[in-house]
């Protein structure tokens, strides 16, 4: 089982690099999403710990990070709404 994680994360890795080298992105797409990447952690950070929304907090890690960074501010309503479904509060 272990191989097979193994292989598929070098198959993804290798179309990863394939797709960057083809469509010619450049170092441009990495800044951007490094900029979207550092503006995540911010948010996240500013929701947790400025008191704008009691009782709220939401672990600052790359899953929570990733699902800001590509969603956005729906990304953190996600992430609040999942929380109060799964475990019952904002808490």
């Known amino acids: 089982m272990r191989g097979a994680v193994w292989l598929v994360l070098i198959a993804c890795a290798g179309l990863l690099v394939y797709l960057i080298v083809k469509k010619r992105l450049g170092i441009g797409w990495f ?3 490094g900029a979207h990447m550092a503006l ?3 948010a996240l950070y500013v929701i947790n710990y400025s008191g704008w929304i009691t ?4 672990p600052i890690n790359p899953v ?3 699902a800001v960074t590509i969603l956005g501010l729906p990304g953190i309503a996600l992430l609040l709404g999942l929380k109060i479904i799964l475990f019952g509060q904002a808490v």
Not at 55 to 58: A, L, T
């Open 55 to 58: 009782q709220v907090y939401i």
């Open 31 to 33: 800044v951007v999403f």
């Open 64 to 66: 929570t990070m990733g």
């Open 40 to 42: 995540a952690a911010i």
